[in-house]
């Protein structure tokens, strides 16, 4: 695992145009613990906090089934990242389903 770079001024956090390039740079990025303390909370420097949707994650792929992948989405029309949480989503409920879990 790669160590983070940490962010220690509000400022260097880009505008991100699209999800995807959010969690792209959060997987790389870190608050520093000053920005994290409650009176930075109130603080005009920082954005409005968004409930985060789902929480980052890295898993190594091989290089075929990364390419492979990234084909399927497009022609699904979506991201490779968005199909790839599909694909899990759908074969923990099948493994839930099947270990009686559900």
């Known amino acids: 695992m790669t160590d983070l770079k940490i ?3 509000m400022k260097q956090i880009p505008a991100f145009a699209t999800e ?3 969690g792209e740079f959060w997987a790389t990025h870190a608050l520093a613990e000053h920005l994290l303390t409650p009176e930075h ?3 005009d420097l920082l ?3 968004r409930p985060r949707k789902s929480n980052p994650t890295s898993i190594r792929l091989g ?3 990364e390419r492979r992948l990234r084909h399927l989405a497009e022609l ?3 991201s490779y990242q968005t ?6 989503l759908e074969r923990v409920y099948e ?3 099947r270990l009686k879990v559900i």
């Open 7 to 9: 962010i220690t001024d």
């Open 20 to 22: 995807d390039e959010e």
């Open 41 to 43: 909370a109130d603080s």
């Open 47 to 49: 954005p409005p906090v």
């Open 63 to 65: 290089a075929d089934l």
């Open 76 to 78: 699904k029309g979506t």
């Open 83 to 88: 199909l790839l949480k599909e694909f899990v």
């Open 95 to 97: 493994e839930e389903k």
